[in-house]
């Protein structure tokens, strides 16, 4: 394996990697301030993409992306509002059931508006052919704004949570529900402000993959197995630690067809999803005790 | 006078009855399972839309045998489970004359026996040698079998001097059939197969596939037998990492809208096709010309697209069955089924030639090589 051959490998892993990371962080928004996985989250990506799709008639790139976040970021919201807000303290298995059947109808709505088609943005920069190189390995500028735009929202979000008001609150009610209502924190509000950002954020990732990997009204489900898995992998509730079990995932899979046949790749994601849950189930980078203060 | 009035009411219902009795044993139902939505919709969709409209030509100018054509068409997805289903459906509630399709080739496999058993005529739209190979006394094809595609594009390779191969498919019923083939054949035209690798139906990039690839510098070409958007995206990642290996794709590859889905990535492929796509430039006295240049015309004057080769797939079916039961003189499944066996037809994707031992019809020049040039298909030089 020539220096070459690794670094194409290592950017294949790291571009498949990362939009995994994203799928995860999303999860891991919603999880920590509400304490539910929310399965529909790949359904974000998948509109998000399509939605810029279909504005991109109307709009410049740019303008149609940004509407494309801000309308998948209003479905969040009113998915929010209509099915999960008024349930009185739902067990986990409940609120698991609810967002597969969102996720489920959001498929089935996406088929009948747009169909089966596949459809992509137009390249970000180029066209089909155009590579960089960046010393002997070629390198689709798309890939470069994959990367860039997700570590981006990565970077964003953990000041986000860090700094901003919006984002302690948004912590207050992970850490307890209870005593940050106390405060005077909203905590219904927080809800639904988590499951807007998750889909923003989906819904950028799906805008800035759609030319590579093409958008398909069922590409959410896939992402939403992938995404989880890596969430889990990294400790789930933790966004940092999924970025990184995400291009730990990615290269994973990448470097795995130097060794197995590519049949076997998804194989490969699901093998280290169930060899994690068997031997460290708080995920590589969680804590025992954290896992264990919490009911999932 | 009440006694003679209820005779004369039983008099007129049944003479009602004998009316509509008689109005119904003028419809043939003929069932129809495509993959309209799902993975394979690239393929469906046109033929879902050439037996509309070929059903509304056919009625409007008498129907098949003067009997009316009652099409009853169901939308598998692509899956096979919904095929199979919906093939029981068909045959034992709405009792239909015969059924065409289904698109894909692992969906017709699943209903193969099904059928056979239930002794309905199913002419298919899906392109592997094995729906009629062992040969079942009511099941046809009108795609050119997958092991001609693949002789054909070896032949092209032997003439380029291409011996050394990477294969690689998409893991479906038909991606796998075209593995096995090329596998079994290669040696025939002195070619080796120097990597075989199957990727995920989904899959949606490529790129580590192609460096590994890429690392042989020995493979000459790369052949690739999928339906799905692999198709496109494949093209891309071999372009974008900058390898100008020639790629040959399958006979599945004959939808305009992939190469659209492509851009540039997809210039110079090249694809073993039947001759609708190159209808215009056809010889007139070509057996095909009349039937080519008619489909095709009523085709893109009704639904304002460009045909594709698996809409041809079902005109094929559904013009063979009419001219079989119209040989044997009406819908009677034996005579009808007999019929076929003895058919020649001129189709869009060749000249048909049954037999008993043959059920698909097609020899190796039902193919001519194409490419794509521009955006668009024409005939490889």
Not at chain 1, 30 to 35: K, P
Not at chain 2, 169 to 179: E, H, P, R, S
Request: proline share 4%.
């Amino acid at each position: 394996m020539t220096i070459d051959l690794f670094f194409q490998y290592l950017l294949a892993g790291i571009s498949y990697g990362i939009i995994y990371g994203i799928v995860a962080v999303g999860f891991n928004i919603i999880y920590n301030t509400t304490g539910i996985i929310n399965f529909a989250q790949g359904e974000f990506v998948m509109l998000g993409g399509m939605i810029a799709v279909s504005l991109t008639a109307v709009l410049p790139l740019p303008l149609a992306v940004a509407g494309a976040v801000l309308i998948t970021m209003v479905i969040g919201a009113l998915m929010e509002i209509i099915f999960i807000r008024w349930l009185d303290n739902p067990s986990v298995l409940r609120m698991i059931i609810i967002t597969i059947g969102l996720s489920i109808l959001t498929r089935e709505a996406a088929l009948h508006i747009w169909g089966e088609n596949i459809r992509s943005l137009p390249y970000f920069y180029g066209d089909e052919l155009t590579t960089i190189e960046i010393g002997s390995v070629r390198v689709p500028p798309q890939i470069l704004w994959v990367i860039g735009i997700c570590s981006v929202m990565v970077a964003g979000l953990s000041l986000f949570f860090k700094i901003t008001p919006l984002g302690r609150e948004m912590r207050a009610c992970a850490a307890n529900r209870t005593a940050a209502t106390l405060c005077g924190i909203n905590a219904r509000n927080m809800v639904t402000f988590s499951f807007m950002l998750s889909a923003g954020i989906g819904a950028l990732a799906g805008c800035v993959m759609s030319p590579i990997t093409y958008t398909q009204y069922d590409i959410g489900t896939g992402l939403a197995i992938k995404g989880f898995t890596v969430a889990i992998l990294g400790g789930l509730g933790n966004s940092l630690a999924a970025v990184a079990a995400g291009l730990l995932l990615g290269v994973i899979e990448a470097f795995s067809i130097t060794v197995v046949p590519l049949a076997f790749q998804d194989a490969i994601a699901i093998t280290i999803l169930l060899i994690i849950l068997f031997l460290r189930p708080h995920g590589i980078f969680g804590s025992s005790e954290a896992a264990g203060l919490k009911e999932f | 006078m009440k006694q003679a009035m209820g005779k004369v009411v039983l008099a007129v219902a049944a003479l009602a009855l004998m009316t509509v009795a008689q109005a119904s044993a003028g419809t043939i139902k003929i069932g129809a399972i495509l993959a309209e939505t799902g993975p394979a919709g690239f393929l469906g969709k046109p033929e879902v839309k050439t037996l509309q409209m070929l059903t509304e030509q056919i009625n409007a100018a008498g129907g098949i045998a003067g009997n009316k054509v009652e099409m009853i068409i169901k939308d598998s997805g692509g899956a096979k489970e919904k095929a199979v289903s919906f093939a029981k459906q068909l045959i034992e509630e709405e009792k239909v004359f015969a059924i065409l399709g289904p698109t894909r080739s692992g969906s017709t496999m699943a209903i193969k026996n099904i059928c056979e058993q239930a002794k309905t005529i199913l002419i298919s739209c899906a392109s592997t040698k094995k729906i009629v190979d062992p040969v079942a006394k009511y099941v046809f094809k009108t795609p050119q079998n997958d092991s001609l595609a693949v002789r054909k594009i070896f032949e092209e390779m032997q003439k380029q001097k291409i011996d050394k191969i990477a294969v690689v498919v998409g893991g479906t019923g038909f991606g796998k059939m075209g593995k096995m083939f090329m596998n079994k054949l290669a040696p025939e035209y002195k070619i080796t197969i120097l990597a075989n690798e199957v990727y995920s139906p989904k899959a949606t990039d490529l790129s580590a596939l192609v460096t590994k690839l890429m690392a042989n510098k020995e493979i000459q070409a790369v052949v690739n037998w999928s339906i799905v958007p692999a198709q496109t995206i494949l093209a891309k990642n071999m372009r974008q990492a900058g390898w100008d290996a020639k790629l040959f794709q399958s006979h599945g590859f004959g939808n305009i809208k992939y190469v659209e889905a492509g851009g540039k990535a997809m210039e110079g492929i090249i694809f073993p096709a039947g001759r609708l796509l190159i209808a215009d430039t056809l010889p007139d006295n070509h057996p095909q010309k009349k039937v080519l240049t008619s489909y095709k015309k009523a085709y893109e004057e009704k639904y304002k697209e460009p045909v594709s080769t698996f809409g041809g797939h079902a005109y094929d079916a559904f013009m063979i069955l009419k001219t079989a039961v119209e040989k044997a003189g009406g819908p009677d499944k034996e005579k009808v089924r007999a019929a076929i066996e003895t058919l020649t037809f001129a189709g869009t994707g060749g000249v048909f030639k049954f037999s008993p031992e043959d059920h698909s019809g097609l020899s190796i020049d039902a193919f001519e090589m194409m490419t794509v040039k521009d955006g668009k298909f024409v005939k490889y030089q």
